[in-house]
């Protein structure tokens, strides 16, 4: 049966300890569990991240938007998951997005006292927060620059894959069509000519004002 530290060795600021480690490490901090219920928000954009929190199991619901509200991104992530570590340090250190359980679950939190004088002592730690950080800045960085300039089809996918957390999973993009053809530079029959097509395909499905992508690698 699988405990709470093989859970935790699965998340990636814990992967490459061994139990000892872990265990050791453990011992000198304080870690708060809760219970969440479906739709039960753990963290929500623009307020401020002071604690690492980790999604033990269960399903996250992961929520985006701009500042303009014009669209949103939800996206379904399984656990073991750690929510927005990015924004524990730096020149904004609030949520991005809003977190909240999809399904049941237990989370697990530390402070960000006891990351800066504990965690961050440990060199397999630091070297895996800091891995996390510059991994995504460089996926950001990348998408950025490979932006496609191509067909009306490439350029919905582009927008929508650029737009996604994880390349994996169920995804809704909650926006209308004309709102993204004129993000794309597209008419909106054209986008939805796309859309369409893709929905003929089984690769997503259309609502009213909403795409529901059951799985975003087959796009």
């Known amino acids: 049966m699988e405990t709470m530290y093989d859970t935790l060795l699965q998340l990636p600021l814990f992967q490459g300890l061994s139990r ?3 265990t050791t490490i453990l011992g000198k901090i304080k870690l708060h569990f809760y219970k969440k219920k479906a739709e039960e928000i753990i963290a929500e954009k623009d307020t401020p991240c002071d604690e690492l929190h980790f999604a033990l199991d269960g399903e996250i619901m992961v929520s985006t938007s ?3 509200m014009q669209y949103t991104v939800h ?3 399984p656990a073991p998951l750690l929510i927005e570590p990015q924004a524990l340090f730096g020149m904004r250190t609030t949520y991005a997005s809003t977190y909240s359980a999809h399904t049941k679950a237990h989370i697990m939190s530390i402070g960000k006292e006891e990351v800066l004088n504990v965690l961050f002592k440990n060199d397999i730690f630091r070297l895996n927060y800091i891995n996390i ?3 995504r800045a ?3 960085y990348s ?3 490979d932006a496609n300039c191509g067909d009306t089809e490439e350029r919905v996918k ?3 894959l650029s737009h996604m957390e994880r390349p994996y999973g169920e995804k809704i993009l909650k926006i209308k069509m004309e709102v993204l053809g004129l993000i794309i530079n597209e008419t909106r029959f054209n986008v939805s000519k796309v859309l369409n097509s893709l929905q003929e395909k089984g690769i997503i499905q259309l609502r009213r004002g909403e795409i529901h992508i059951p ?3 087959l796009l």
């Open 158 to 160: 582009d927008f929508i």
């Open 138 to 140: 460089q996926t950001y």
């Open 215 to 217: 799985e975003i690698k």
């Open 66 to 68: 701009p500042s303009s």
């Open 75 to 77: 996206e379904i992530l």
């Open 20 to 22: 000892n480690e872990l």
């Open 143 to 145: 998408r950025f620059w």
């Open 133 to 135: 950080i510059t991994n």
